[in-house]
């Protein structure tokens, strides 16, 4: 029987299991630049990693002393949702990833429920998690609070201290650290020592990673 330092791994969503990080970039910035700011994409990028979008309004209200429309947030839902009919596609690598655990495996994000749901079946992931599904909006504090991450353990009746979690920004990674889980730092978009100052083991893929949990299993 195989044994391993680990009983659940926890993924985060966005910038984990699908590439849309870039996709709600592309859509704020768009609309900022409509309404007459322009900003620059790279840095927002890096800037708004992992952030609910009520972060990234906040944070811009008080750098650019602008206040939203009140259609700003419904209009960029819609218009995410519909550039991520056309062009969102799972992290390079995930399914191997994922099809290689041998314990099982859940999603928490900061995102709602049905934006999650519609994300995984977007791109072809649903199969792995079913409704092992977690949302931050649905516990009192979202990331970088510890609350969906223990309430993932809880469900599956396993401590943080067996449980991994597969994140991408320094919020998830504070969380993780927080909820007292072994996290792991995907180093697409924010810095490998940015996210190994904030507690995480970066890597740089999903094969690496794969790699680095076959290890574990003896």
Same mark, same amino acid.
């Given at each position: 029987? &195989?044994?391993? #330092?680990?009983?659940?791994?926890?993924?985060?969503?966005?910038?984990?299991?699908?590439?849309?990080?870039?996709? %709600? &970039?592309?859509?704020?910035?768009?609309?900022? %630049?409509?309404?007459?700011? +322009?900003?620059?994409?790279?840095?927002?990028?890096?800037?708004?990693?992992?952030?609910?979008?009520?972060? $990234?309004?906040?944070?811009?209200? +008080?750098?650019?002393?602008?206040?939203?429309?009140? &259609?700003?947030?419904?209009?960029? !839902?819609? $218009?995410?949702?519909?550039?991520?009919?056309?062009?969102?596609?799972?992290?390079?690598?995930?399914?191997?990833?994922?099809?290689?655990?041998?314990?099982?495996?859940?999603?928490?994000?900061?995102?709602?429920?049905?934006?999650?749901?519609? $994300?995984?079946?977007?791109?072809?992931?649903?199969?792995?998690?079913?409704?092992?599904?977690? #949302?931050?909006?649905?516990?009192?504090?979202?990331?970088?609070?510890?609350?969906? !991450?223990?309430?993932?353990?809880?469900?599956? &009746?396993? *401590?943080?201290?067996?449980?991994?979690?597969?994140?991408?920004?320094?919020?998830?990674?504070? %969380?993780?650290? $927080?909820?007292?889980?072994?996290?792991?730092?995907?180093?697409?978009?924010?810095?490998?020592?940015?996210?190994?100052?904030?507690?995480?083991? *970066?890597?740089?893929?999903?094969?690496?990673?794969?790699?680095?949990?076959?290890? +574990?299993?003896?």
């Amino acid at each position: 029987m &195989n044994t391993t #330092s680990f009983d659940l791994v926890i993924f985060d969503c966005d910038g984990v299991l699908v590439d849309s990080e870039p996709l %709600a &970039n592309k859509v704020y910035v768009q609309m900022l %630049a409509e309404l007459g700011h +322009q900003l620059d994409y790279e840095a927002t990028l890096r800037e708004f990693s992992g952030a609910a979008v009520f972060k $990234r309004i906040e944070a811009t209200s +008080q750098k650019l002393n602008w206040t939203p429309p009140a &259609n700003f947030l419904p209009d960029f !839902f819609k $218009r995410l949702a519909e550039l991520s009919l056309r062009e969102l596609k799972p992290v390079n690598g995930i399914r191997q990833l994922v099809e290689s655990l041998p314990v099982p495996a859940c999603v928490a994000s900061n995102g709602a429920r049905d934006e999650i749901v519609l $994300r995984l079946k977007l791109a072809d992931l649903t199969e792995f998690f079913g409704d092992a599904i977690f #949302s931050g909006l649905e516990v009192p504090h979202p990331k970088p609070a510890p609350d969906v !991450f223990l309430a993932a353990a809880r469900a599956f &009746n396993v *401590p943080p201290s067996r449980c991994i979690v597969i994140e991408d920004s320094v919020p998830g990674v504070t %969380a993780a650290v $927080r909820a007292g889980m072994r996290v792991y730092g995907h180093a697409a978009i924010t810095p490998v020592d940015v996210l190994r100052e904030a507690g995480a083991i *970066p890597f740089k893929d999903m094969l690496e990673l794969k790699r680095i949990l076959s290890a +574990q299993t003896v």
